[in-house]
């Protein structure tokens, strides 16, 4: 089995551009959220897909959005990049069923200059 | 809005001491999770609380979960150098039917264990 794998581990992007940043779930899980931790702070919830659909969304501009695949991989594509977006970007897979544990990827560290 | 806070942010303990990290939340939730996070590391699930009163244990630390209080706790016993880490509680948001969890993060508690 699988875990939660993440690419690229890491990215350096210059202010305005764009980004995307890829995750794949643990085997066996249908759901995926993405998760912002700007450096010395705890991590922030960007927003849930179950079944390729947005399921909750955090504090975040519409700047940030996503995908999920029908096979649950999913991206999250950052527009008009801000220096405030460096940071590492955390994926997480969950198994179906209600407020099932949330197993995260290694992380993608963003660095916008 | 749900807000968890930490204290203390920092720690600095000795081998062998024992201590116990603080976890209060603003709002309702019966689903708390303690992680491990390693400088410039993802986080390491340690511990899921359930329901009121829960206590799990693994090795020398042992969390709690008191719902009433709105009060979780991570204690340490006889803390190692191994231990040292940031150690993050999570609270989980009331999600839609089917929903996994969705988790507001404390700020973190820094762990230095000195020899």
């Known amino acids: 089995e699988t875990g939660v794998t993440q690419s690229p581990t890491h990215l350096i992007k210059t202010r305005g551009q764009q980004v995307t940043l890829r995750c794949s779930s643990q085997?066996?899980?249908?759901?995926v959220s993405w998760y912002q931790q700007a450096l010395g702070q705890g991590p922030q919830f960007i927003f849930q897909?179950?079944?390729?659909?947005?399921?909750g969304r955090g504090n975040f501009p519409p700047r940030f959005s996503g995908l999920q695949f029908p096979n649950y991989s999913s991206e999250l594509n950052v527009n008009a990049l801000e220096l405030d977006d460096s940071a590492l970007y955390l994926c997480?897979?969950?198994?179906?069923?209600?407020?099932?544990?949330?197993?995260f990827g290694q992380g993608t560290r963003l660095t916008v200059v | 809005e749900l807000k968890v806070e930490q204290n203390p942010l920092f720690l600095s303990m000795q081998e062998g001491k024992n201590y116990t990290i603080y976890c209060n939340y603003s709002?309702?939730?019966?689903?708390l999770y303690w992680y491990r996070q390693d400088p410039g590391k993802s986080l390491e699930s340690l511990f899921v609380?359930?329901?009121?009163?829960a206590v799990k244990q693994e090795g020398r630390l042992m969390a709690s979960l008191d719902t009433k209080a709105r009060l979780s706790t991570l204690h340490i016993t006889a803390a190692v150098h191994d231990l040292s880490a940031t150690y993050f509680c999570?609270?989980?948001?009331?999600?839609?039917?089917?929903?996994?969890?969705?988790?507001?993060f404390g700020t973190g508690t820094r762990l230095q264990v000195t020899l």
């Open positions: 997480a897979s969950s198994r179906p069923g209600l407020n099932t544990e949330a197993f």
């Open positions: 085997s066996g899980h249908n759901t």
């Open positions: 897909y179950y079944r390729e659909e947005e399921n």
């Open positions: 709002t309702t939730s019966d689903r």
């Open positions: 609380l359930l329901s009121n009163g």
């Open positions: 999570a609270v989980d948001m009331v999600g839609g039917p089917g929903t996994a969890s969705k988790l507001t």
